[in-house]
């Protein structure tokens, strides 16, 4: 099956940006919708961002109006453009398929100041 590998985390302060990207291994990748998760400390993992093959997105309230999701299906890779982050963000991002295949190991983001 596809196997998905998350990057692009690290630490930044209140109110900058990152951009996660989601490289798959194969190139089915390209049929299937693709979410992207969170999981902060202490609680359950949660979807914030999803967008299918054809290009339509979705966005949990908690992240509307401040992330981004989108792919390059040349690439192989999808990505997630995180503007204004509050500390609230932090948490492990993951990015899976619709419907999920096994796991990535996420990546980490860090807000603070």
């Known amino acids: 099956q596809v196997q998905l590998v998350e990057s692009g985390g690290g630490l930044v302060q209140p109110g900058g940006s990152l951009r996660l990207s989601c490289a798959a291994s194969?190139?089915?990748?390209?049929?299937?919708?693709m979410s992207w998760y969170r999981q902060a400390p202490g609680k359950q993992r949660d979807v914030i961002a999803t967008i299918t093959s054809g290009g339509t997105t979705t966005y949990a309230d908690s992240v509307k109006g401040r992330f981004t999701i989108s792919r390059d299906n040349t690439k192989k890779t999808g990505y997630l453009q995180m503007n204004s982050l509050k500390p609230e963000d932090t948490a492990v991002y993951y990015c899976?398929?619709?419907?999920?295949?096994?796991w990535g190991q996420g990546t980490q983001v860090n807000v603070s100041s």
């Open positions: 899976n398929l619709v419907p999920l295949v096994d």
């Open positions: 194969r190139s089915i990748f390209s049929f299937y919708a």
